[in-house]
């Protein structure tokens, strides 16, 4: 099995940035990795992803520009720096890995694995 813990949330003012990790343990051998988001009554949404290998990575056009995903595979760690942070940024974020050679990388059906969330706030 997998475990994921996220952590570095916290509460920003807006123009902000702030730097999700999950670290990641069990078998992370060749793991996809994809950060998601859920705000308060809305359905929880891609972020970012990137492949085990370190290519593919792919951003929500929301997010683009602002953030950028990263991994360490030695530490078994994936980041996620958020610079510019706006209000709408506001949400519960969630680190998701998979193994699969093929997926959707922005369809949250597709990652078997999920971290329990960590807050971030972006205050106006």
């Known amino acids: 099995q997998v475990q994921l813990v996220e952590s570095g949330g916290g509460l920003v003012q807006a123009g902000g940035s702030l730097r999700l990790s999950c670290a990641a343990s069990?078998?992370?051998?060749?793991?996809?990795m994809g950060w998601f988001r859920q705000a308060p009554g809305k359905d929880r949404e891609f972020v970012a992803s990137?492949?085990?290998?370190?290519?593919?990575?792919n951003y929500a056009d929301s997010v683009k520009g602002r953030f950028t995903i990263s991994r360490d595979n030695a530490k078994n760690t994936v980041y996620l720096q958020m610079n510019s942070l706006k209000p709408e940024d506001t949400a519960v974020y969630y680190c998701a890995a998979n193994t699969y050679t093929s997926y959707v990388y922005n369809n949250k059906d597709h990652y078997a694995y999920w971290g329990q969330g960590t807050q971030v706030t972006v205050s106006s």
């Open positions: 069990g078998r992370t051998f060749s793991m996809n």
């Open positions: 990137i492949r085990w290998s370190g290519d593919n990575i």
